[in-house]
């Protein structure tokens, strides 16, 4: 049942064109109010899901409801939803004021009304006293308020925005992210965005859902899926990752390179194979005595705040730092981490199993009885 939060909710949606899948079996809720990002891929379903929404396609299998009631069958003009496109279709032959009141123009409301709405709608994107200028005198930025104007001029109750900040150059696009959560906010209405920008999505949203080939991988806030990624696909397309395979030798204690190390995961069975992640800006150079990894420096790249060093362990994997110290290529360093920096994958593990055993240990800390694993250099200190 849909509670009253709930403003949007998917039950098995699936898409098919021919025999294409393009979405399969997808079940979701939106709530009122929140920033959505819908974050993956070219071709993994995201804009397939906004063109659901919207009404201009119809599932092949499942149901969509709005405020609880089913609109598969409804049309597109009459869903509470307005979408700002890519490309921002806006019509140059109107003015400024004249593309945002269209939509006001064809419900045929009153001028006086009209002018208000609208330049209340400019008051909001900061764009007062740009009621006159035409279309093509506007740059990419202000293009994109214009249209985003146009959109909650006519009150949806929910915004949905298609790739709409990827024509801009890359300064623009970060003011333009913060403009659009800002926006958000004050507005207090749903939006829902979709990006390949795994950036954008970490700085803009409330909630991320990551999707690859039709497929929901994992939904959460940005700091629970780069945080805690379910798989290999979310872990490397949120941030950069280091993935090696190990093995969980008991509650709170991993193999991985031929070590054995404290962590703070358990709830899976003894000695069984998983992936391990760390985040490369959770690996501190340190000297080859104290580290408990020793990488063999293959290159190096400074990136502006940080170096970027890459290397390889006795056992042959690669590992990648982000680190404000330089190292020398051809030399060997040592890499510290915490148990709380490393992050254990199981093979094959749904979204609900996931969370039901996060759920299950959730404030559970490692016991105290387990002696701390000193093997390969594992802290002491």
Not at 91 to 117: Q, T, W, Y
Request: proline share 4%.
């Amino acid at each position: 049942m849909t509670d009253n939060k709930t403003i949007i909710r998917f039950e098995n949606v699936t898409k098919k064109y021919d025999n294409d899948t393009v979405l399969n079996g997808v079940s979701f809720e939106i709530e009122r109010g929140k920033f959505y990002t819908l974050l993956g891929p070219s071709g993994c379903g995201k804009t397939t899901i906004l063109r659901l929404i919207a009404g201009f396609i119809e599932p092949s299998e499942g149901t969509i409801s709005f405020n609880g009631k089913i609109i598969n069958d409804v049309p597109a003009d009459k869903r509470q939803v307005n979408t700002v496109f890519q490309d921002y279709a806006l019509f140059p032959h109107l003015n400024v004021f004249e593309n945002i009141a269209f939509g006001l123009r064809i419900k045929k409301m009153k001028n006086a009304a009209i002018a208000e709405k609208v330049m209340e709608a400019l008051r909001f994107v900061n764009l007062n006293g740009y009621e006159n200028r035409e279309i093509s005198e506007m740059s990419g930025g202000q293009r994109q308020r214009v249209a985003i104007a146009r959109a909650i001029v006519n009150e949806p109750e929910i915004l949905l925005l298609d790739e709409p900040l990827s024509a801009l150059d890359l300064k623009l696009r970060t003011e333009m992210q913060y403009e659009l959560r800002e926006l958000q906010r004050r507005l207090g209405i749903t939006f829902i965005f979709v990006t390949h920008d795994q950036e954008e999505a970490l700085a803009m949203s409330d909630e991320i859902f990551v999707l690859n080939q039709g497929e929901i991988q994992q939904s959460g806030t940005p700091t629970d899926i780069y945080d805690e990624p379910i798989n290999r696909f979310v872990a490397d397309f949120i941030g950069e990752s280091n993935i090696v395979p190990g093995r969980m030798i008991q509650d709170f204690q991993a193999e991985f390179a031929g070590k054995r190390f404290e962590c703070v995961d358990q709830g899976f069975s003894p000695n069984e194979p998983v992936e391990i992640m760390i985040r490369p800006e959770d690996l501190e150079i340190t000297s080859t005595e104290l580290g408990d990894l020793l990488i063999k420096v293959d290159s190096q790249l400074f990136r502006g705040v940080h170096y970027e060093i890459s290397g390889y362990d006795e056992a042959g994997n690669e590992w990648l730092v982000h680190s404000t110290k330089k190292a020398i290529v051809g030399e060997s360093i040592g890499l510290r981490f915490d148990p709380e920096a490393i992050h254990v994958m199981r093979f094959g593990e749904t979204e609900e199993e996931f969370d039901r055993r996060l759920e299950a240990y959730a404030g559970h800390e490692p016991d105290s009885s387990v002696p701390t694993p000193t093997v390969g250099g594992a802290r002491n200190d």
